[in-house]
């Protein structure tokens, strides 16, 4: 069974780049069938899908984020990160990484990382 693990910072000021790793153990990155994803869940709001990796290493983005992501990956570690930019207060909110066979949704969950933009 796939397993994800967030690691990353949780306190960042504003204007700074949030860098979030998401490590995979019981599955390769480079499965042909999932789509690796970063979704997260701002306080007191509904999931926000942020982005995706497929296998082949092509990327998706959400269209309101897409100036400030970046995602990626290093299959020697089996890990894809995520990078967000210029950081504000509403970027506050629990950072999720999972695994789908669909596009924008998640069959398998790491445990999620609070992360907090504050000045």
């Known amino acids: 069974q796939v397993q994800l693990q967030e690691s990353g910072p949780g306190l960042l000021k504003p204007s700074q780049t949030l860098s979030l790793t998401c490590t995979v153990s019981?599955?390769?990155?480079?499965?042909?069938?999932?789509?690796w994803s970063w979704i997260r869940q701002p306080p007191g709001k509904g999931l926000e899908w942020m982005g995706a990796i497929a296998s082949s290493g092509s990327t998706y983005y959400s269209p309101s984020l897409k100036s400030r992501t970046s995602i990626s990956r290093d299959t020697s570690k089996n890990q894809f990160t995520l990078q967000l930019s210029s950081v504000t207060p509403d970027d506050t909110a629990v950072y999720y990484c999972?695994?789908?066979?669909?596009?924008?949704?998640?069959?398998?969950w790491g445990q999620g990382t609070q992360v907090t933009v504050s000045s």
């Open positions: 019981g599955g390769s990155i480079t499965n042909n069938y999932y789509y």
């Open positions: 999972a695994a789908g066979l669909r596009l924008g949704l998640g069959d398998y």
